[in-house]
């Protein structure tokens, strides 16, 4: 069974730092890209970033180009979001998602961890 | 304002069909596949078509995709009240270099 558990949402104030770590199971994370989603509370889903299989290939939204960095660690199947300068917009569930298909066909999510920027 | 444009609600009486929109442009869906997901309130999005058309195994035939040009449709048949839910719709742009995610559209059967 495929898993994935997301860790290291929480709260902090603007102009700091979080790191979210991604843990999959059930499947060889070394032969998918990997994305994250987030989703504001209340609103709709944000593509925010992913990583090619072995990470030679890396894109973000722009929302977040230039402060967030995402990376994996194919020998702990594991992804990671190092999340820096947070917003108070950056307030949102981020889910790692397990790309299954072609063009962000996005076949496997995790329950999420939840972002709170607070001032 | 989301790159893929969807209309926010739509409703519809249980049996009937409903079809959600989603207009892109060139750069989007003119150029890739489009997916479809299903979210229940206070839940984890669901994939429900993949690369236009396809279904993942367990999804229900009563679910279809389609593209044409810049845009693509997901249709819902014999609408039952367990498909009230918001439906997303999703695709690469080539000229962004990024995911990109349609607004979601609100599902309602009356």
Redesign the interface.
Request: charged fraction near 15%; charge should be negative.
């Given at each position: 069974e495929v898993q994935l558990v997301e860790s290291g949402g929480g709260l902090v104030q603007p102009g700091e730092s979080l790191r979210l770590t991604c843990v999959a199971s059930g499947f060889n994370i070394y032969s998918h890209w990997m994305?994250w989603?987030r989703q504001a509370p209340g609103k709709?889903?944000?593509?925010v970033a992913?990583m090619k299989e072995d990470g030679s290939l890396i894109?973000?939204?722009?929302s977040v180009k230039g402060r967030f960095t995402i990376s994996r660690d194919n020998g702990k199947s594991s992804l990671y979001l190092q999340m820096n300068s947070l917003r108070a917009e950056d307030t949102a569930v981020y889910?790692c998602v397990r790309v299954?298909?072609?063009?962000?066909?996005?076949?496997d999510?995790?329950?999420?961890t939840l972002v709170t920027v607070f001032s | 304002q989301?790159v893929l444009t969807q209309p926010p609600s739509i409703s519809a009486a249980p049996g009937q069909k409903v079809t959600i929109s989603c207009s892109g442009s060139s750069s989007n869906i003119g150029d890739?596949?489009?997916?479809w997901?299903q979210?229940f309130p206070g839940t984890?999005?669901?994939?429900l078509i993949?690369?236009n058309n396809?279904r993942?195994s367990g999804i229900f035939d009563r679910f279809s995709g389609s593209k044409s040009g810049t845009s693509a449709t997901l249709d819902i048949t014999g609408l039952q009240t367990g498909d009230e839910a918001?439906y997303?719709c999703?695709?690469?742009d080539s000229s962004?270099?990024?995911?990109?995610?349609?607004?979601?559209t609100k599902l309602t059967v009356l």
């Open positions: 994305t989603v709709g889903l944000e593509w992913n894109n973000y939204a722009e889910y299954v298909a072609e063009d962000e066909g996005l076949g999510w995790g329950q999420g | 989301s890739n596949y489009v997916s997901y979210q984890v999005p669901k994939l993949y690369e396809k993942p918001d997303y999703v695709t690469w962004l270099s990024a995911g990109v995610f349609g607004g979601g």
